[in-house]
């Protein structure tokens, strides 16, 4: 997979395939993306898949498909009560690049490291892949557990100091948001495995990955989120995406010198 770095052709195909399908999102019906998350989604695509190929992207678009569908469930009650994502869940370039920016420093990363040190290949990349969809499988994560905490939450508490508040409050969990959460980050994982970007107990590593950024960022959404201006939604997704690359990534140095 990783000799096709020195071809264009993934490239053109990335190029091509990105323009087909985003041509079909621009034209559906229900908006998943706005004018400019559309430029923004095809960008990205074309660096996941002239990186990573198609194993790269079907998690990418895995995560997109899942994720948009995710955020309308019961959008007609969240609109109501005013917890719903803006646009109706139609996506940004914020929540393209607050959702994939981490995941694309690793797919880049591969191609830097196959190209400027091939001789570390064989253990930095397996890390970066990781790193890569441990980041979605963190994303997901943290989509599912929001959305469907908002839709079906029956008891939301904030999670520094577990007293009850209103659902949608930053920072807020429940047990049904939690559930999901960990569901969505073992569907992503599992598809990242069966498609060979990572082995089995990277599934393990991933989910456990996942669990950790996912209740870090409703720290920081329940700690520093309104103390700072800057710090929106799509910044606060970075951070989460990072503690979950970086969490799985440490995991699995911490597995290798266990188990080694």
């Known amino acids: ?23 079909i ?4 019906p229900k908006k998943l993306l706005t004018p400019a998350g559309i430029f923004h989604a095809g960008l990205l695509g074309v660096i996941v898949w002239g990186t990573l190929g198609w194993q790269g992207y079907l998690v990418v678009a895995f995560y997109f498909l ?5 955020t309308r469930i019961g959008i007609a009650q969240k ?21 994939a920016l981490t995941a694309a420093v690793c797919a880049l990363g591969t191609l830097f490291v196959s190209i400027f040190a091939p001789s570390a290949q064989g253990w930095v990349i397996p890390l970066l892949l990781l790193g890569y969809v441990a980041s979605f499988s963190t994303k997901l994560s943290d989509t599912c557990a929001s959305e469907v905490g908002k ?5 939301t508490f904030l999670i520094t100091t577990l007293q009850p508040v209103a659902r949608g409050t930053e920072g807020a969990v429940s047990l049904e948001g939690t559930l999901a959460g960990i569901l969505g980050s073992v569907a992503i994982a599992l598809v990242a495995y069966a498609v060979n970007l990572i082995s089995l107990t990277d599934v393990i590593i991933c989910v456990v990955a996942a669990f950790i950024g996912t209740n870090l960022e409703s720290v920081i959404g329940a700690t520093l989120q ?16 990072l503690i979950g690359a970086i969490a799985a990534i440490l995991l699995a140095l911490a597995w290798q010198y266990w188990h080694y």
């Open 226 to 241: 309104s103390k700072f201006d800057w710090m929106t939604n799509e910044v606060v997704n970075i951070f989460n995406t």
């Open 25 to 28: 999102v621009w034209f559906a």
């Open 151 to 155: 839709a079906y939450g029956k008891r």
């Open 1 to 23: 997979m990783f000799s096709s770095f020195y071809s264009v052709n993934p490239w053109l195909i990335g190029l091509g395939l990105n323009a087909i399908l985003l041509s």
């Open 79 to 99: 609109e109501a009560e005013g917890i719903a994502e803006k646009r109706s869940g139609a996506r940004g370039p914020e929540n393209v690049w607050g959702s």
């Open 66 to 70: 899942v994720g948009s569908g995710v």
